[in-house]
């Protein structure tokens, strides 16, 4: 058994515990890489604590750097391969809810793992002598269970961020929180307000991004959505009494978030399409919902949460891009000319994704009345296919004319030239044919006329 696992370790990992030993210390694969490979996962970094101090990390491999020195956390460079290597410790006082003020270096193993989050990251491996696993995380690994080592309330006092982290292991996992590590959560939850929003919006986005984005409810239940997205919580009051939904506006947002790829911009896009229903909804004489301009006001929520969460400028304007468009199609007619106008405003990427936005949208409303919704997505690509293949044009790039070519031309220059230039892209998009230098100094020129003689 011994050997299967150690098959799947690195060797220069192997090697550093075994250099490690030979100069008279313990030390043992822990964490979250123990977890996964008991999982058959692949871990992502493979973590290494030790009973040597850091200093005598140092002086046992050639190549090091320190991570974070205070704390313990070495990195040693092994055939360009880095891996951190912490010493045993046990933590003092959290005064910020967040990290410990202080550690202290100690030289058992059960020590330090006795600090951890939840059982299935308490875990150390040796090469040789196996697991050592006090709190029984292999047990909670095998049924499921996502348990705080002792007291829940100690472990999330310590760090409120381990809050969401449960919440977070559970959907990347499947795994279920035990029920005193819930109660913990209860009583602690209102730490969250100590923790910063990047750390916040970090364990979020994984939530979002896992293969069940729908623990959006676990958030709701547990009320931890107060500290995350508060804008949200109305959607779970905000119905869809409408011949094409079958849902209220929150678990129609968590199946359509289900039917798209896991990318931030899209799973946001999907979290955020319709929030904006909560404060347009209107319902007519026959019992039918409606909620005119919800697209705007949802880019306007949209805004707001993903500022507060600290997401980059360009995020929140393409999300708010494909939020704006993402009902679009719906008003007007699909032919390849708006699908030229969406090239012109969003971009050949944005539009893919916008289908895919398209897409999952309807798959998140009445199953009945999807077919017809698919069958216009598929018009829609095969026309964008059409138009980027023929390279037909649909942004002023690939005009025949330029600003500098109508001030040749004996138009001023100012903003006509703008204007003239936009009203030269339009007769493009409706016929390329046109689009020859010619054709557009000419049809600029009578417009420019016209405009000042009037």
């Known amino acids: 058994m011994l050997t299967q696992y150690n098959r799947q370790i690195p060797k220069d990992a192997i090697c550093i515990i075994e250099m490690i030993e030979q100069a008279g210390f313990e030390a043992y694969i822990v964490g979250g890489c123990v977890r996964d490979l008991l999982m058959n996962r692949l871990p992502h970094d493979w973590d290494i604590t030790t009973s040597a101090k850091p200093e005598e990390v140092k002086k046992i491999f ?4 320190d991570t974070g020195i205070k704390h313990g956390t070495v990195t040693v460079i092994l055939n360009e391969e880095h891996y951190e290597v ?19 270096f100690v030289d058992d193993i059960t020590l330090d793992l006795s600090r951890r989050d939840f059982t299935m990251n308490a875990i150390a491996y040796h090469p040789v002598r196996g697991f050592i696993d006090p709190y029984h995380g292999q047990e909670d690994i095998k049924v499921g269970l996502i348990r705080s080592v002792r007291s829940a309330t100690e472990r999330f006092t310590e760090d409120a ?26 009583e602690c939850k209102h730490l969250l307000t100590h923790i910063s929003k990047e750390r916040v919006r970090d364990e979020f986005l994984k939530i979002c991004l896992s293969p069940r984005p729908e623990h959006l409810n676990e958030l709701m ?15 779970y009051d905000t119905p869809q009494n409408h011949p094409h939904h079958i849902y209220n506006v929150a678990q129609h947002t968590i199946v359509a978030m289900q039917n798209v790829e896991p990318t931030v911009r899209l799973r946001l896009t999907m979290l955020l399409h319709d929030i904006g229903k909560i404060y347009t909804r209107t319902t007519d004489k026959h019992g039918i919902d409606h909620f005119h301009n919800h697209d705007k006001k949802s880019v306007e929520v949209e805004k707001k949460v993903l500022r507060t969460l600290k997401l980059d400028n360009r995020m929140i304007k ?13 008003k007007h007619h699909v032919d390849k000319i708006y699908v030229k106008k969406m090239l012109r ?8 994704d916008l ?9 998140a409303q009445n199953p009945d009345k999807l077919e017809p919704k698919l069958h216009q997505l598929e018009k829609q690509r095969k026309l964008k296919e059409e138009v980027l293949a023929k ?25 006509e030239i703008g204007w003239l230039l936009d009203k030269a892209l339009d007769k493009i998009i409706h016929h390329p044919e046109n689009n020859t230098k010619e054709v557009l100094i000419d049809y600029c020129q009578k417009l420019y006329q016209d405009n000042i003689s009037e």
């Open 355 to 363: 289908l895919k936005v398209h897409t999952a949208d309807a798959k």
């Open 391 to 415: 390279n037909e044009p649909y942004h002023k790039g690939m005009m025949c004319i330029t600003g500098s070519d109508l001030m040749e031309a004996g138009i001023p220059r100012g903003k």
């Open 318 to 330: 393409e999300v708010g891009q494909l939020i704006h468009f993402h009902d679009y199609h719906i």
């Open 86 to 104: 912490t010493t045993y410790r046990i933590e003092g006082e959290y005064k910020d809810f967040r990290r410990p003020t202080e550690v202290s």
């Open 62 to 65: 050639r190549r090091t750097y």
């Open 345 to 352: 405003e969003i971009g050949p990427e944005l539009f893919d």
């Open 221 to 235: 239940e547990l009320g931890l959505l107060e500290y995350i997205i508060p804008e949200f919580i109305g959607a």
């Open 161 to 186: 961020l381990r809050i969401l982290r449960a919440v977070r292991f559970s959907a990347q996992l499947g795994f279920k929180i035990e029920q005193d590590t819930l109660i913990g959560i209860e």
